[in-house]
């Protein structure tokens, strides 16, 4: 291997060259973690504190819940009452989230029934559903939704769960 800025040949162990395997420049870095780690990591943010608790348990049927996880305004609660609530960054939006990260109008929450969709309306830096960016997708209880650096969790009126569990 040639050394581009000398002509040098890089050999292992020879700091010009990070790509060769012995170089000390190329040691692997990364760290894993075991599956009792990254479930503690996970747990902490489905937690909800007593007050979120009590709010999700007195959701009435066919109305959802979604909490800001991370973000600007992290602890913030929107509630999922109307058939379309808008998100974004425009003033009018039913769910104001002001960052350069979210479009003005960057996403729709649908209700269908006692069941809620989440639908990208055109957006640059896009939506995410458990970390996948999607076009629409229909939300189950505790998902994840991403709109720019906010991250809000998805809480379905339990009501609703627990008829749906019944059938």
Do not use: C, W
Request: charged letters at 25%.
């Amino acid at each position: 291997m040639v050394d581009s800025r000398d002509g040098a040949q890089g050999r292992p162990g020879d700091p010009r060259n990070p790509r060769v395997p012995d170089s000390p420049l190329s040691a692997d870095t990364t760290a894993s973690f075991g599956e009792d780690f990254l479930g503690q990591v996970a747990a902490l943010d489905t937690r909800t504190n007593s007050e979120e608790q009590a709010a999700i348990a007195a959701l009435p049927s066919g109305s959802a819940l979604l909490v800001v996880r991370r973000g600007p305004n992290s602890g913030a609660r929107f509630l999922l009452d109307s058939d379309v609530t808008t998100a974004g960054r425009h003033p009018s939006s039913d769910i104001f989230l002001d960052d350069v990260t979210v479009s003005r109008k960057h996403a729709q929450f649908i209700r269908r029934g006692t069941a809620f969709e989440v639908k990208d309306l055109g957006s640059l830096n896009g939506t995410y559903y458990d970390g996948v960016r999607i076009d629409n997708a229909l939300l189950t209880d505790g998902a994840e939704v991403q709109i720019g650096k906010f991250r809000l969790t998805f809480y379905a009126s339990r009501h609703d769960l627990a008829h749906a569990g019944a059938r």
